[in-house]
């Protein structure tokens, strides 16, 4: 488990090369696409709604928000990702340094948080949750997405990472770790069925052949297999009524 020290000082040093090395090929940018496809399908109309993205490294999320109508807040820890979003342009984002175990803003304020690629750097995810349930408004949502140890791959043994944090858990442990933070399950999609190399390898697919190719594969799977089975899930979940 990394300190708040740590994550911060990591990603002070990567930020001037981040966006370059996790989304600079082809196949990384098709990986991206598919993230922020399933975000919005989960955030639904954004226009004039208030987002704020927990661990917002460079902010690709926060853009794309901002640029559809949505009134951005991005929170991180490292000094030098918050520039990098600040130099990027593309929309406005309101920036704050924090973490989500502490969040400065008051509550009942945000119509809905995401986290995306991150949440296993929150090293208290009940303090977390709690925090983020008490800036959302009534009905507000939180989505974020989470390495899934129930999922079909680790049970095959065809597939293992290894484990960064705790918080890399069984689908219906992270399931009831929400609902104890009195929130409510909509919705959960799982993707990355396929193996990251074949993933990239598809994407170098020449368009004319297979349009979008890991893109369609990806999609096809997700409707015919549930979430519970995939290797990564987004969760979407409302603040529930007290």
């Not at 740590?6 to 990567?14: L, N, P, S």
């Amino acid at each position: 488990m990394w300190s708040k020290k740590k994550i911060a000082e990591h990603y002070d040093r990567d930020a001037p090369t981040y966006d370059k090395t996790r989304y600079g090929g082809k196949g990384e940018g098709a990986y991206l696409e598919m993230h922020k496809e399933i975000l919005f399908s989960l955030l639904g109309p954004i226009k004039g709604k208030s987002v704020l993205e927990i661990c917002i490294g460079t902010g690709v999320y926060s853009r794309a928000i901002s640029r559809s109508g949505g009134v951005a807040f991005g929170l991180d820890l490292s000094t030098e990702m918050l520039k990098q979003v600040k130099n990027s342009g593309g929309g406005r984002i309101y920036l704050i340094k924090g973490d989500a175990e502490n969040i400065p803003i008051k509550a009942s304020s945000i119509d809905a948080v995401i986290c995306i690629r991150a949440i296993y750097f929150l090293p208290n995810l009940e303090k977390a949750l709690n925090d983020i349930n008490r800036v959302l408004r009534p009905e507000g949502l939180f989505i974020f997405n989470f390495f899934n140890t129930s999922a079909l791959r680790y049970r095959i043994g065809a597939f293992r990472i290894k484990e960064q944090t705790i918080h890399n858990r069984p689908y219906k442990e992270m399931v009831n770790a929400i609902e104890k933070s009195n929130f409510k399950l909509v919705e959960s999609v799982g993707y990355s069925w396929l193996p990251y190399r074949l993933f990239k390898s598809l994407a170098q697919t020449p368009e004319v052949l297979f349009p979008s190719a890991p893109l369609c594969i990806e999609r096809l799977i997700r409707r015919l297999l549930p979430a519970e089975q995939a290797h990564l899930v987004f969760i979407s979940c409302k603040k529930a009524s007290i």
